[in-house]
C-alpha cells in the first residue's frame, strides 16, 4: 500500500518537473487578444499603414508610415482622450526610434489630442538587437494604454560591427547613447547593492528581526521593541551609521554629477496640439442598422444604410476594424487573403440613398475574440472607406450592436 501511494505522488512529481523545465515556445503576439473587443474595435483605428523595409542591417533605418484616428465611439467608460502618444512596440529593445513627425511635424513627445481627430504619422526606426521581429505601431493614451495598429515582422540582420547610437550633446560632443554613463550606472548599482546588503543582513544575522516575523509584528507600530530586548540602543547606532553613510554618498554623487556634467538640459515636456489633417469635404454618409453574426460559417453580415451627397459615384473601397482591413471584393486587393463582399452594388450614384449589404466571413472573428458573444457589450465598431472616381476619398465610422445566430 505504502509502495502505491508513493508512486501515485512521485509520477506526477516527475511529469510536473518535465513540464516545467520543457523549453516554453516563443511568444509571438503582444497580448492584443487580450485586451477587450470593443477597445480594439471602438477606440482608434489604422489605415494605410506601410513599412518602407522588411529586412534591415544592425544601425539601418526604416520607416512606419500610416494613418491613425480616433474614433467618435470611444468609449465613455475610458473618459476623454486628452493625451497621446504614437510610438511603436516590438518586443523589447530590438529597434529604436531615431525621428517622429505627426501631421508633418516633428513630435518627439506626447501631442494633446481629442475623439474625432486624424494623425498622419511618419516614425524613422533602426535596426538594433538582430533577428526576426514583430513591430506594431501604437497609439498610447493617457488614461487608457496602447492600442495597436497592423504589425510587421521586421527581419535585423548583423552588420559586422558594434551597434553604435550617436547623439550631439549641447556642448557639440558626440557620444554613443549605448555606452554613455554605463560606468557611472554600473558603479553606483554595485554601491547601493552593497549598501542595502550590510542593512539587510544586519537585521537578519545576528538579530534575526525578519526572519521571525511572527514575533515582531506582535510589536505596536509606535515602538521600535526596545522594551522587549528587540531593538538594543547598538543597534540605533548601526543604523545611524548607514544612514550617515547614505548621505555621504548621495552628496558625493551629486557633487561627481555636477563635475563631471556641467551643462544639462532639463527633462523636456514640451506638447502641442498637431495641425489638423486636411479632409475632403463630406460627400457621403453611412449609419450601421444590423449587425448579425453567424458563428457556425465565422460571417459577420452588416447593413448599411448609405447616401451619397455628393456630385460623382463613390465606391465603398472596404471595412477597417482594429488591426485588419477587409477590401471590397472585385473592386481593390485582398490584404493578407482577407476581403468582403457587397451587394448589391459598392458604388452609390450621387443623390443615391441606398441599403448595403457587407458579408465577411474569416475565422479572425473567432480567433483574435473580436465578437463578443455572451459579454455586455456585444457590439462592433469600424471604418468604411469610401472613393469618388475623382480620387477623394471619406472615411466614415459605423457602429452597431452585433445578434449573434448562434445564440
Known sequence: MRRILSRLFVVP??????????????????????????????????????????????????????????????????????LGF??????????????????????????????????????????????????HPIFGIHGAGSLLGPGQYIEVKESGKAFTNPVKLASGQVVDLEKVGMGDVAFWAVVWLVVG??????????????????????????????????????????????????????????????????????????????????????????????VRYDDATHTVTMIVDVKNTGTRPATLQGFTTTTLTFPTAGVAEPVDGRSMTVSPSPTVAPGQATKLTLTISDHVWREERLIPIGESRMQITGVLRFKDDAGAENFVTVQSFITSLSA
Open 13 to 82: 512529481a516527475i511529469a510536473l518537473a518535465v513540464l516545467l523545465l520543457a523549453p516554453a515556445p516563443s511568444a509571438n503576439a503582444h497580448g492584443e487578444t487580450a485586451q477587450e473587443a470593443f477597445l480594439r474595435m471602438g477606440t482608434v483605428s489604422f489605415w494605410d499603414v506601410k513599412f518602407s523595409a522588411t529586412e534591415v542591417e544592425q544601425g539601418e533605418q526604416l520607416k512606419v508610415t500610416g494613418t491613425a484616428k480616433i474614433l467618435e465611439t470611444w468609449p465613455e467608460q475610458l473618459g476623454e482622450p486628452e
Open 86 to 135: 504614437i510610438g511603436v512596440v516590438a518586443p523589447g529593445p530590438v529597434v529604436i526610434i531615431k525621428e517622429r513627425k505627426i501631421n508633418g511635424a516633428p513630435a518627439p513627445h506626447a501631442i494633446e489630442v481629442h475623439k474625432g481627430g486624424v494623425y498622419n504619422f511618419e516614425i524613422t526606426i533602426a535596426g538594433r538587437r538582430p533577428g526576426r521581429w514583430h513591430v
Open 197 to 290: 546588503l550590510v542593512w539587510l543582513l544586519y537585521w537578519i544575522v545576528p538579530k534575526r528581526t525578519v526572519a521571525r516575523l511572527p514575533v515582531t509584528s506582535q510589536i505596536p507600530l509606535n515602538t521600535d521593541g526596545m522594551e522587549y530586548g528587540l531593538i538594543t540602543k547598538r543597534d540605533h547606532k548601526a543604523m545611524n551609521v548607514i544612514m550617515a553613510v547614505t548621505l555621504v554618498l548621495l552628496a558625493g554623487g551629486w557633487i561627481y554629477q555636477a563635475r563631471a556634467y556641467p551643462e544639462k538640459m532639463p527633462q523636456q515636456v514640451l506638447r502641442f496640439e498637431p495641425e489638423p489633417v486636411a479632409m475632403t469635404p463630406s460627400f457621403v454618409q453611412a449609419k450601421a442598422t444590423e
